[in-house]
Nanobody
């Protein structure tokens, strides 16, 4: 029900834009979020956006570099990633299913398959 895309290989300092298309009929009612799982590490919160796009939250490690946005008409959420660093290398997952912003993965019921972002130094 969630299809993430846009990952790839990029040099440090570069940019990528991830997209996540949802087939949920209630997409517009839910918070949308991005999490990531670096190699050999636990999954971690990246960013989230409220149902109407007016409220966002970011992990400290990406503040000022990443921007989350959504287009409810297209049932799609985006993650614009600028000034990428090697430590941003991870599989990025989109998630939804909650009506309030949370940094805890257990709060989200639906997950995409993940898209790999690799940042070379």
């Amino acid at each position: 029900q969630l299809q993430a895309s846009g990952g790839g290989l990029v040099q440090a300092g570069g940019s990528l834009r991830l997209s996540c298309a949802a087939s949920l009929r209630t997409f517009g009612s839910y918070v949308m979020a991005w999490f990531r799982q670096p190699p050999g590490k636990e999954r971690e919160f990246v960013a989230a956006v409220a149902w109407d796009g007016t409220t966002t939250a970011y992990a400290d490690s990406v503040k000022g570099r990443f921007t989350i946005s959504r287009d409810n008409a297209k049932n799609t959420v985006y993650l614009q990633m600028n000034s990428l660093k090697p430590e941003d290398t991870a599989v990025y997952y989109c998630a939804t299913g909650t009506r309030r912003i949370s940094t805890y993965s257990r709060e989200y019921d639906y997950w995409g398959q993940g898209t790999l972002v690799t940042v070379s130094s």
